[in-house]
């Protein structure tokens, strides 16, 4: 029913009380990827992955993948994954300032909204 899983080693490592990259928590996405591998499963790590580290995750986890929020980078088809993922990381800021200019154009129709039924309840 599977062909793929994420690891997510934000969640990961808040729970063991580390940080991402602590060897700790590279060492067990390491051993779930190999695993995984050995199921046939395809393995995409995520969890605050940046273009300093992003090399780093591919080579000492060993997964297919590795991934941002909202992207998903093949890690033997990237020719230089540290420069994927800073554009990667780029294109979801700008996806957020865009969200975010969409969002404040709403909050602002709703904040008109409220300031108009105040003034019929007043009457």
């Known amino acids: 029913m599977l062909d793929q899983i994420t690891i997510g080693r934000s ?4 729970s063991l009380g580390k940080t991402v990259d602590d060897l700790e928590v590279i060492e067990i996405c390491k051993r779930i990827t190999e695993m995984a591998h050995k199921a046939g499963l395809l393995v995409s790590v995520g969890g605050g ?3 300093s580290n992003a090399k780093m995750v591919a080579e000492k986890v060993g997964p ?3 991934n941002t929020r909202h992207i998903v980078f093949s890690v033997k088809d990237s020719p230089d994954l540290s ?10 800021e ?3 300032r865009h969200e975010e200019q969409e969002l404040s154009a709403e909050l602002k129709s709703v904040e008109e909204r ?4 105040k003034k019929r309840i007043i009457r």
Request: charged share 35%; glycine share 8%; proline share 4%.
């Open 11 to 14: 969640d990961l490592s808040g």
């Open 49 to 51: 992955v940046t273009p």
């Open 64 to 66: 297919d993948k590795v």
């Open 83 to 92: 420069v994927a993922v800073k554009k990667g990381l780029e294109f979801e």
């Open 94 to 96: 700008a996806l957020l």
């Open 114 to 117: 409220i300031e108009e039924l």
